[in-house]
Nanobody
Framework: VQLQASGGGLVQAGGSLRLSCAAHGSIFSIVGMGWYRQAPGKERELVAQATSGGRINYSDSVKGRFTISRGNAENTVYLQMNSLKPEDTAVYYC??????????WGQGTQVTVSS
């Protein structure tokens, strides 16, 4: 499975961005897709995750501001980010979870929120 993410950029605090990620290859094996992020000097952390069964998880820091959604084809995932804060600045990584807990990662897209 290969993941291609896009949509990062520079935005002022309070603004919005939408990230997109498309999976290619053995997409039939995907059971969930999501987004992680890693800020400088920090560990990678879960932002939001959506399973093929419809279960959705958000980190507490983004609840009410970010919305994750899956595309109709189930091989795409989106992250709508509203009310962005400077602390949301990070490299955002698309993640796919396959069968037997195999994980796939995209190349990362930079999100920078200026104050």
């Amino acid at each position: 499975v290969q993941l291609q993410a896009s949509g990062g950029g520079l935005v002022q605090a309070g603004g919005s961005l939408r990230l997109s990620c498309a999976a290619h290859g053995s997409i039939f094996s995907i059971v969930g897709m999501g987004w992680y992020r890693q800020a400088p000097g920090k560990e990678r952390e879960l932002v939001a995750q959506a399973t093929s069964g419809g279960r959705i998880n958000y980190s507490d820091s983004v609840k009410g501001r970010f919305t994750i959604s899956r595309g109709n084809a189930e091989n795409t995932v989106y992250l709508q980010m509203n009310s962005l804060k400077p602390e949301d600045t990070a490299v955002y990584y698309c993640n796919a979870l396959g069968e037997s807990d195999v994980e796939y990662w995209g190349q990362g897209t930079q999100v920078t929120v200026s104050s």
